[in-house]
Structures are given as structure tokens and as C-alpha cells.
């Protein structure tokens, strides 16, 4: 960026911190300026200036814009074997570990859960392994989907898409997880019943640290390097003692001390803390 576009950059992230907490020098300034570029073309702004005033004064476009921040390229069963994996070295394992007489509690986060698709598959995965087993299921099993978006969130509590918005699904699983609606499919009652959503920015620490794993792919790479590992940081410290972790496979640890985690699947980008 040249002086003048770091001067509006550091506008709009004062704007966005002040009135939504978030912090956009945590985020590649080349990705925020992508999507400033975009709503200024969508609200025909004609200079920074124009749109900044706009920002300031718009509580609908300000959310508009972080909406743009979200990263909504997702799937069902994106990389069909890495969920495959999941299920198998992390779901089942955890459900063995779980389903006792005294029952327990199953809980997993899908952090940057845009539209709900990955949310709605790790559900699915839970739903096959439970399956699996013999006897009575003594275990509580939540799934927590959190996105910057609000817009976002709310289309994913709907859990309703358009026919193609479904690659990933079998015919199987269409059958067997998906009801025809109105516009579309919704995700079946079983699946969604167990899903919970929220807004949530990823580089505030999170509430608690009680979760069995967390599934956080495909984020990391669009936060500049020092908030890179800030948000790693704030995934370590929301997993309990021996969760799980899952990245996207083109994402590493990076400058995360390797002493925090151990390789459950380096193919799967699966890791297990300490």
C-alpha cells in the first residue's frame, strides 16, 4: 500500500475496533483492502474518503463490511479425508473415552464456521460414529459454530441451502441428513440438534477452555503473521487438557512452540495438545 491507502487502513481498523471491538491490523492488509474495494463497489462509493464517511455513519454498512471480512468459502465435507480422519482418529476415540455409565459431555468448536457447512459436517461425523456403537449413548454431544459475520451465523442457524451449495453430499447423505424445502435442503433435525451458533472474533481469547477439539480450517492464512500465532494461541487455550486440534491442510503451526502440541496426523494438519 502506498502512504495515502495506509492512512485509510488504519481509519477504517480504528472505526472497526471502536465500534465493533474488532482489531483489523490482526488481518492481511491486502485481504481487508480486497474487501474494501468490494463495498465500495457494491455501494458505488467513488474515493476512500466517500466510503469512510459512509463506514462511520452506516451501522448497516459497517456490518455489511465485516460480513465481507468472513471467510465464506466452504463446503460440506470439504476434503472429504480429512473428515474422514477426524471421525476416525479424533469422533471416535473421544466418544470411547466419553460414553461411560456416568455419561459425559462431547464438545467441539468450529471456529470460522461462515455459513455452517463444515459446523453441520463435523455433527454429521458425530452422528456416524455414534452409530457405531454398541448400546445406549450415555454422552451429550454439542458442536459450537462461531463466525465474525453476522449474516453469516444467521444463515447457518437456518440450515438451509440451495441444491448447489451441496457438493461434498452423497446421494446417501442427502437422503439421510437433508429434507426438501422450500429454496432448497434443510439439514435434518438429528444433525442440527446437537449445533449451536455464534458471532465470535478469533483473535479474542476465548471463554473457557473446555472443549475436546476444535476444527479451524482454512482461517489462519488470511491473518498476518504475529495474529497468526495470537489466534493459534487463543485456539491452544480453549482445547482441555489432550484435545484436538484440526487446520486446513496448506496451514502449519508456524511459530507455535511444538512442545504445545503432538502430531496426531500431519496429513490431516490433526494435533493434540499437551
Excluded at 467441539?108 to 456416524?128: D, F, K, N, V
Aim: include cysteine.
Amino acid at each position: 500500500m502506498d502512504q495515502s491507502e495506509e492512512q485509510f487502513f488504519e481509519l477504517v481498523a480504528r472505526h472497526l475496533a471502536r465500534s465493533r471491538g474488532i482489531d483489523l491490523m490482526g488481518y492481511s492488509s491486502s485481504f481487508v483492502m480486497r474487501a474494501v474495494k468490494k463495498r465500495m463497489g457494491r455501494t458505488r462509493s467513488r474515493d476512500n474518503l466517500t466510503y469512510l464517511a459512509l463506514l462511520r455513519r452506516s451501522e448497516e454498512e459497517t456490518a455489511a463490511f465485516v460480513g465481507s471480512l468472513s471467510i465464506n468459502v466452504t463446503e460440506f465435507f470439504r476434503d472429504k479425508g480429512s473428515f474422514e480422519t477426524f471421525s476416525s482418529k479424533v469422533v471416535r476415540p473421544l466418544l470411547a473415552e466419553k460414553n461411560t455409565p456416568v455419561g459425559g459431555i462431547l464438545r467441539i468448536w468450529s471456529a470460522g464456521c461462515a455459513t455452517g457447512q463444515e459446523t453441520y459436517t463435523l455433527s454429521m461425523c458425530i452422528e456416524e460414529e455414534v452409530r457405531r456403537l454398541e448400546g445406549e449413548l450415555k454422552t451429550v454431544t454439542s458442536v459450537i459454530g462461531t463466525d465474525l459475520s453476522d449474516s453469516a451465523v444467521a444463515y447457518a442457524r437456518d440450515g438451509i441451502y440451495k441444491p448447489e451449495e451441496l457438493k461434498g453430499i452423497s446421494d446417501r447423505r442427502l437422503r439421510q441428513y437433508f429434507v426438501k424445502v422450500d429454496g432448497g435442503y434443510q439439514v435434518c433435525e438429528a444433525v442440527r440438534r446437537r449445533v449451536r451458533f455464534g458471532t465470535g472474533n478469533l483473535l479474542a481469547k476465548p471463554e473457557g477452555t473446555h472443549f475436546d477439539a476444535v476444527v479451524c480450517r482454512n482461517v489462519l492464512i488470511y491473518f498476518s503473521r504475529p495474529f497468526h500465532d495470537t489466534v493459534l494461541m487463543n485456539l491452544h487455550g480453549a482445547l482441555r487438557a489432550g484435545g484436538y486440534l484440526m487446520i486446513g491442510k496448506t496451514e502449519t503451526l508456524m511459530g507455535i512452540k511444538r512442545d504445545l502440541f503432538e502430531t496426531v496426523d500431519s496429513d490431516c494438519r490433526i494435533y493434540r495438545k499437551k
